[in-house]
């Protein structure tokens, strides 16, 4: 077990080592082009020139990318082209406030996609089973950005009873997150549902639920005492790597209701060129999709014994 | 693979009763008809765009009109409403279905152009070939995709060509990945071991011999592939990445509408409408299929 948590750990670091030259080469393989990003498009040739020079960017290619690397792993970012600060100081808060909005969307996706994708694989084919099965596929094939528009239309211009921004412009209003926890969990659960229920109707036909079946133990409790301890292993996995689409995710909704998190950051650092910052997103966007599913992995072989014990 | 599995050779039908075959299995399940009749709904839309749009996509007519306003300074009917700079919402609609539709379909196409030889090679080559391809696809595939798109988009430009290259590489790895577990399934079988005792050379048994016995999984994932890249295109329009305006896309409208969204909902509510249903189409399609494939 220790050592393949070690190996894990190590396919990690190499991991996020190739990921972090390809984001260098995708972004600072042309020192010009930098130059014109933070300088801006009216910058002499001169001008550029000379940053260029004070900025280490006449040294070669892979020295330029050590010194990169080393900046990146202490988190030192850069300074931000737009916003005028060091790129830490924007990007720490903006995380905290996705943290917030994920914990929600977990704390909602979780049990819901639970229990429905278990309620649909313990009878495979019941009327209830194609219900559920029909409904996700609708749901997961609604683009967030459509179901926010949706949402809106329903809560905030038909109903008018929720907020249409989560600007938070007031503190932190808890009615404000509801509509993007809404179509956040509304995109997800499908997906989430349908794993469970594969793998819920997959135990179902296992040899131990019919023995138990047959001893005329209750099916209630063969479902929660025999069938959800074995089902629930691979939907663990799922779970764990959902982070990784909310990580695309909050970029369509934290844009769509102004919310100031993480997403949206990405996306503004983008429209406006704002090359520090998307790297240092970027960076912080693969970190945590690489780091939740070694996790996910580890976790996976701990609660398995058939490879745990191998 | 046992050796009989495979050793009662029959000739293939002829296609037209495949065809007919493929219909008829369509119609076993209710849910791949819905799927089939969406996707070809927005592929009639698309094809006979000049015939069905009422007005011009992008000629400014009448800002802000409520569904089912007639035109004031002329004749015909905004059945679906207008936008903030007065043109037809219905006409910008159905034109933008050429729009998502082609680019869908070609960056599907290419993506998969790539997996598939990915795929091939590594499953077929498998050794320092396979390591190698895999390793990159790990790399590519750790990157939360929108993340991925936002970063290629921002550093090539928002264009048609470029969503179709930021597609490819971002989707090509994920079919290499199913290409290459399915060709290592295939790889071993008799078939294969005849071609290679005839001589053929690697690409012409990967392509003629193995390629057509995986194409199974591969339909059905192609479907619901095409729907994640149309949901992609609508999104990078959403975001202001995708496709130059004035030329109708979908997400685009929705971009454009948005500020406008609370006051006039018609705006973003329909080419919402118009990208979930094309996408649902893909998705059912993709079921049906697969619960097919499983029935036999």
Redesign the interface.
């Known amino acids: 077990m220790l050592s393949f948590i070690f190996r894990r750990l190590a396919l990690t670091a190499a991991?996020m080592l190739?990921?972090s030259l390809?984001?260098f080469l995708?972004?600072e393989l042309n020192p010009g082009s930098v130059a014109v990003k933070v300088l801006g498009p009216y910058s002499s040739e001169e001008q550029r020139q000379l940053w260029l020079e004070a900025n280490g960017y006449l040294n070669p290619l892979w020295q330029r990318y050590l010194e990169w690397l080393g900046r990146m792993v202490t988190g030192d970012f850069g300074e931000s082209i737009r916003f005028k600060v060091p790129v830490a100081e924007v990007l720490w808060p903006r995380l905290w406030n996705t943290a917030i909005l994920a914990f929600w969307t977990f704390a909602v996706l979780i049990p819901l996609s639970l229990t429905l994708g278990v309620l649909a694989g313990m009878r495979e084919g019941s009327r209830l089973d194609r219900a559920i099965?029909?409904t996700s596929?609708?749901t997961?094939?609604?683009?967030?950005?459509?179901s926010a528009?949706?949402l809106?239309?329903i809560f905030?211009?038909g109903l008018g009873i929720l907020p249409?921004t989560s600007a938070m412009s007031n503190g932190f209003d808890p009615l404000q997150l509801i509509l993007p926890v809404m179509v956040l969990v509304l995109y997800d659960v499908g997906y989430v549902t349908r794993m469970t229920r594969a793998s819920m109707a997959e135990v179902m036909t296992a040899p131990y639920i019919r023995t138990a079946v047959l001893k005329g133990i209750p099916f209630p409790r063969v479902i929660l005492r025999h069938g959800l301890r074995n089902a629930l292993i691979p939907p663990f996995t799922v779970i764990m790597l959902q982070i990784?689409?909310?990580?695309?995710?909050v970029?369509?909704v934290e844009?769509?209701f102004a919310y100031k998190g993480f997403g949206a950051l990405?996306?503004e650092?983008?429209?406006n060129?704002d090359i520090y910052l998307?790297q240092a997103?970027?960076m912080v966007?693969?970190f945590v999709?690489?780091t939740t599913?070694t996790l996910a992995d580890i976790g996976y072989t701990y609660l398995n014994p058939r490879i745990r014990l191998q | 693979m046992s050796m009989t599995e495979h050793a009662a050779g029959h000739l293939p039908p002829p296609r037209l009763i495949r065809i007919l075959r493929m219909v008829g299995l369509l119609r076993e399940s209710p849910v791949a008809m819905i799927g089939a009749g969406l996707i070809v709904f927005w592929i009639a839309v698309a094809i006979f765009a000049p015939l069905l749009a009422p007005f011009d996509p992008n000629v400014n007519l009448q800002p802000f009109a409520k569904p089912g306003t007639p035109y004031a300074a002329g004749s015909g009917v905004f059945w679906l409403g207008t936008d903030h700079l007065g043109r037809d919402i219905l006409s910008r609609i159905i034109w933008g279905s050429q729009t998502v539709l082609f680019y869908g379909f070609v960056a599907t196409a290419s993506a998969y152009a790539v997996g598939v030889a990915m795929g091939l090679a590594a499953g077929y080559y498998r050794g320092w070939i396979d390591e190698l391809l895999s390793r990159l696809g790990d790399i590519i595939l750790s990157f939360p995709i929108l993340v991925l798109y936002v970063v290629i988009i921002a550093t090539i430009g928002a264009s048609g060509i470029n969503i179709v290259l930021a597609v490819t590489f971002a989707s090509a790895p994920a079919i290499m990945r199913i290409v290459r577990s399915l060709v290592l399934e295939i790889r071993e079988r008799d078939y294969v071991a005849a071609a290679k005792m005839r001589g053929e050379n690697a690409w012409y048994i990967m392509l003629v011999e193995i390629l057509p016995n995986v194409r199974g999984p591969l339909i059905v994932d192609a479907c619901l592939r095409m729907g994640y890249v149309t949901i992609t295109i609508g999104v990078l329009g959403f975001l202001g990445l995708g496709l130059p305006p004035p030329d109708p896309d979908w997400g685009g409208m929705i971009n454009e509408a948005r500020s406008m969204a609370l006051a006039f909902p018609h705006m973003t509510v329909l080419p919402c409408i118009a990208i979930s249903s094309l996408v649902l189409g893909l998705n059912l399609l993709a079921d049906g299929l697969r619960e097919i494939s499983l029935r036999d």
């Open positions: 991991t190739a990921v390809l984001v995708l972004l099965s029909i596929i609708i997961t094939s609604i683009p967030e950005f459509a528009v949706f809106s239309a905030v211009f249409g990784n689409w909310l990580l695309s995710g970029v369509v844009f769509f990405l996306l650092a983008s429209l060129q998307i997103c970027a966007a693969v999709a690489v599913q």
